[in-house]
């Protein structure tokens, strides 16, 4: 395999330096991704961060997300503007042969979500959490070294599947903040006004079986993505691994608190994150189930996009790099104790201009993810 060039190392550092301000539960969680995989993905999340920091503050986000589709002509033609992020993706993307459609899709997520845009179907949900989450998840897999279509569909499988359990978990803090991302046909269906939501969120038992009828979906694509998972270099399984148990998690907490998604956030507990962070290192030398489900609709695109792009060599890891089962270890625990720390830093409610924007982007490696 040919030696390709890196970013500058001080164009890494401004990346790690952005996230470290900006995104600190990737910023810890990276920790479980192999160096190499982990120095790509800093540079991705950085992109990621700053295109999302850019349309969320603008106050014109039409022309933020203009600006940076320019600045993706430039990092395409390798000619970036003066930016550390900009210079270190154009690297990247060359490198590991990233198609220019999943940064587009990306920015088309974040003009609907500034837009205020809604989802009158499940389909058209999952459009949408193509563009913020499965974007991501297959660029992770690309980063890695996955190419084969069947591994990047299930990838978006896990992007989406993260994203409909971060809508289903949020409900009531999206309301508060003026957002429905549930299905508008499926409130119909239960015969609840999404404007009497926006207005008094209130919980009840037909939200309880909306929220339900969500983490069903999440669920169907969680066992999905688990073949995919398994055609990862085994140095990247853990980490990965540890995000889709942690975030199907979050579906079982939802489930015990009777779905409500209103009244209370559901968190999954330290104690439970430390025991799937242990099962997802023990089940990293897994044997690959079939990975053969064909793509969602809605991500197909993305799939698609992978196979048309030149099929130049990239950086992705060796099957046979692998954390020692004492350093993954000690990574976990670091992790847990950056995840607790952060946890005691958290305000109790962020002002509605700060809520989250309802994508991976910003808490994970998130899509083919990371907790958050």
Not at 95 to 102: E, S
Not at 199 to 211: S, Y
Not at 231 to 249: F, S, T, V
Not at 252 to 274: C, E, F, H, Q
Request: aromatic share 6%; net charge positive; with cysteine.
């Amino acid at each position: 395999m040919p030696v390709l060039s890196r970013p500058d190392k001080d164009d890494l550092a401004a990346c790690r330096a952005l996230l470290r301000a900006g995104s600190k539960s990737f910023f810890a969680a990276s920790v479980l991704l192999p160096p190499r995989v982990r120095e790509t993905a800093t540079v991705l999340y950085a992109f990621c961060r700053l295109a999302d920091d850019a349309v969320d503050l603008s106050g014109a986000p039409e022309d933020a997300v203009a600006t940076l589709s320019a600045r993706l002509d430039g990092i395409y033609a390798r000619t970036p503007i003066d930016h550390p992020v900009d210079r270190a993706l154009s690297i990247v993307v060359e490198g590991h042969a990233l198609p220019r459609v999943f940064f587009d899709a990306l920015l088309d997520g974040l003009a609907w979500d500034a837009g205020g845009r809604t989802y009158r179907t499940l389909s058209e949900l999952i459009d949408y959490s193509a563009r913020v989450a499965g974007t991501v998840g297959a660029l992770m897999t690309l980063l890695m070294g996955g190419r084969h279509p069947d591994v990047l569909a299930r990838a978006c499988d896990l992007g989406v599947a993260m994203q409909l359990t971060n809508i289903a978990r949020d409900v009531g803090e999206d309301a508060r903040a003026g957002r429905i991302y549930l299905p508008l046909d499926w409130l119909a269906e239960a015969g609840l006004d999404p404007a009497a939501l926006l207005d008094a969120p209130a919980f009840d038992a037909r939200l309880a079986g909306i929220v339900q009828r969500l983490l069903d979906e999440a669920a169907r694509l969680y066992r999905r993505s688990e073949g995919g998972i398994a055609h990862l270099p085994i140095g990247c399984r853990p980490a990965i691994h540890a995000a889709r148990l942690i975030y199907a998690e979050i579906g079982v907490g939802l489930a015990a608190n009777g779905y409500d998604s209103i009244s209370r956030r559901t968190v999954v507990p330290r104690a439970r994150k430390v025991a799937l962070l242990a099962r997802a290192v023990v089940d990293s030398g897994f044997a690959a189930p079939g990975i053969g489900a064909t793509a969602l609709a809605e991500v197909q695109f993305l799939v698609d996009a992978v196979q048309a792009a030149p099929a130049q060599a990239t950086q992705g890891l060796a099957i046979g790099e692998a954390l020692s089962p004492l350093d993954l270890d000690a990574k976990m625990a670091r992790v847990l104790d950056m995840f607790e720390k952060l946890a005691r830093r958290a305000p109790a409610r962020r002002p509605v201009r700060e809520v989250r924007r309802r994508s991976v982007r910003t808490s994970t490696v998130r899509g083919a993810g990371l907790p958050a």
